[in-house]
């Protein structure tokens, strides 16, 4: 139960950090080349890698969550 729960913080953690970046980038009103891609927004403030960052730690913990509901109760 103990790894359902830390997993399923830190992916609802690392999904909540991207959408704020997410918001940040469309409520900014800046442009690359006339796009207003989040992404391109990302790339002038140089946040990707701790976007990279987060979807990584979204990744493990909804992998750490599975786990903890699959595995087997001693």
């Known amino acids: 139960m103990k790894r359902v729960v830390l997993g399923a913080a830190l992916f609802l953690a690392a999904v909540l950090g991207l959408c704020i970046l997410c918001a940040g980038a469309v409520a900014s009103g800046y442009s690359v080349n006339g ?8 790339r002038i403030f140089g946040v990707i890698p701790f976007a990279i960052g987060l979807v990584v730690c ?17």
């Open 35 to 42: 796009s207003t891609d989040f992404v391109d927004i990302w």
């Open 58 to 74: 979204g990744g493990c913990g909804l992998l750490l969550a599975v786990w903890g509901l699959l595995a087997e109760d001693r």
